[in-house]
């Protein structure tokens, strides 16, 4: 009998499973305010040098800089004893500043840019500080992926919960940007573990209709962290309370050492069935659906007969047989590709021009229709509905770069557009990785697919150096990748409404039996 069989008997998504996405769904809002708090914390204010400008003229020329909507870089070539409005010139080389830099405060109280100096021969740092932090989520998905496989989900989550409070609590009191940018990656490495573990400790306890609902639900309460941060740095405008508000409230995770139950599906795939049985009989008395005595055992000794074969699975299986190959690679490029044009878009709003709170909660507010508009699609078709959606997030990011520079508002509305496409597909990747990989190599695959992801989000906020060769260079990446993913992702299966796949034989569609004391295929 097949795992989903048997939550179908305990109920699919009853009180167990929605109390348990309750707990699941908590973190993303935290995970959301320490994936774009750089947007406020690293936001560069205009800025001028001392050296450069009268001690009287400064809050003059500060204040024509942040009214002007002036390129924060503009006063890095200011002349001598020329005011801000007078623009670029030539009588001081960028990074000369002797006298230090003074920094208007109509915005930000205080950056990591202001108190370190992040500017002109040195803003290159504050880009890197931002791709070493996505380097931690690289690390993370691969450290934690594969120690989900052997530990479990529930032990994983917990040791990346308690990471992300200790080191992001102390990356508010870091003394330098070095000591900052390594807790930062600290902070990072958790999230890859808390966001991969949570959806899959949900995905393997909910029953196959209800899995597609589940997976976006998590997704909506990311949308909502993203919301909410534009009002918390709107309150809060110096970046070490910031800092301190975003990570503080993580202590009260320290309740899900009692809360959070274990992965039945997991520990049934690991042998160890006792362990497992408990698990399923209470979410069985929760869901007012108790299970009888005959009937448990019944269904275990159906478990045993298809497990009589088994053997240790590692990453290498996803790429031994052809299909698991084929399937791995595709979602591979996806997850690159997604994270990639999704951080792109958002690490960099301050390039459209406009209220860089007001961008933020606008950016925030496309998530929600975004991932609402998935739970019609999903149901007909998590291929075609992927494909969709990354066509339109690809097309509407190449057609800004025909839109002049003046025009702000339109070339928003077309950033908003390929956002919109982009976190919808975004959010269905999750749910049909989660379903293209089976149970035995599950957190493996998605492990090594978040990896792939954090490559992309790492690149992204390097993605700002293209500009130097050409301004739309940017978008026309942004544009150019979706589309490529949206044509592989119809090579990819349909798993809507289908049961997930537990051995990589149900993917490649032959069993394994034992002969002569041999592991023999059978087509």
Not at 158 to 171: K, N
Request: charged share 15%; with cysteine.
């Amino acid at each position: 009998m097949h795992f989903d069989e048997i939550l179908s008997l305990v109920g699919g998504f009853g009180k167990f499973q929605k109390v348990l996405y309750v707990w699941i769904c908590l973190p993303q809002i935290f995970l959301a305010f320490h994936m774009l708090v750089s947007v406020f914390t690293g936001a560069v204010p205009p800025h001028l040098c001392r050296s450069t400008v009268r001690p009287a003229d400064l809050n003059l020329n500060l204040s024509l800089l942040s009214s002007t909507d002036a390129d924060p870089e503009l006063s890095c070539g200011i002349p001598l004893n020329h005011s801000a409005a007078a623009g670029p010139g030539h009588g001081v080389p960028p990074g000369s500043c002797q006298g230090g830099w003074e920094y208007s405060t109509e915005t930000f109280h205080s950056t990591i840019v202001t108190e370190w100096d992040l500017v002109c021969d040195r803003a290159s740092l504050n880009h890197f500080g931002s791709s070493i932090y996505m380097f931690g989520l690289l690390v993370g998905a691969v450290v934690f992926g594969s120690l989900a496989d052997k530990y479990g989900r529930r032990n994983i989550v917990l040791i990346s919960l308690t990471i992300q409070v200790v080191f992001g609590v102390c990356a508010a009191f870091a003394p330098n940007f070095y000591i900052y940018t390594a807790l930062r990656f600290m902070v990072g490495t958790s999230i890859s573990g808390v966001i991969m573990n949570v959806f899959v400790l949900g995905t393997e306890w909910t029953g196959s209709k209800e899995r597609m609902l589940a997976g976006i639900i998590t997704d909506y309460f990311f949308g909502f962290g993203y919301i909410m941060l534009a009002g918390v740095a709107y309150l809060i405008r110096d970046w070490r309370k910031l800092q301190l508000a975003i990570s503080a409230p993580g202590f009260l995770f320290i309740s899900y050492f009692w809360l959070l139950p274990k992965s039945a599906r997991w520990l049934m795939a690991n042998d160890r069935k006792e362990e497992a049985w408990e698990l399923i009989r209470k979410a069985a008395r929760m869901n007012g659906k108790p299970l009888t005595k005959d009937l448990e055992m019944w269904e275990v000794n159906k478990i045993e007969e298809k497990t009589e074969v088994k053997r240790k699975h590692s990453f290498i299986d996803l790429v031994q047989t052809p299909k698991m190959r084929k399937q791995s690679l595709i979602v591979f490029y996806l997850w690159f590709v997604n994270v990639l044009v999704y951080y792109g878009l958002s690490l960099n709003i301050s390039d459209f021009g406009m209220n860089i709170f007001l961008t933020q909660l606008v950016f925030g507010l496309v998530e929600m229709p975004a991932r609402t508009i998935t739970l019609f699609t999903l149901n007909r078709s998590r291929r075609i509905s992927h494909s969709a959606f990354l066509a339109v997030g690809g097309t509407a990011c190449l057609l800004t770069i025909f839109i002049p520079d003046d025009l702000t508002v339109v070339k928003t509305v077309l950033a908003m557009t390929g956002k919109f496409g982009i976190t919808a597909s975004l959010s269905i990747i999750y749910v049909y990785s989660a379903e293209v990989f089976p149970t035995v190599i599950r957190q493996n695959g998605v492990g090594i697919s978040s990896m792939c992801a954090r490559i992309g989000g790492a690149l992204a906020p390097m993605m700002h150096f293209l500009r130097a060769i050409s301004p739309q260079a940017p978008m026309v990446l942004c544009g150019i990748c979706p589309l490529l993913g949206s044509g592989l992702t119809l090579l990819l299966p349909e798993t809507a409404h289908k049961p997930l796949p537990d051995t990589i034989e149900d993917v490649e569609g032959y069993t394994i039996r034992v002969k002569d004391g041999g592991v023999k295929p059978v087509v």
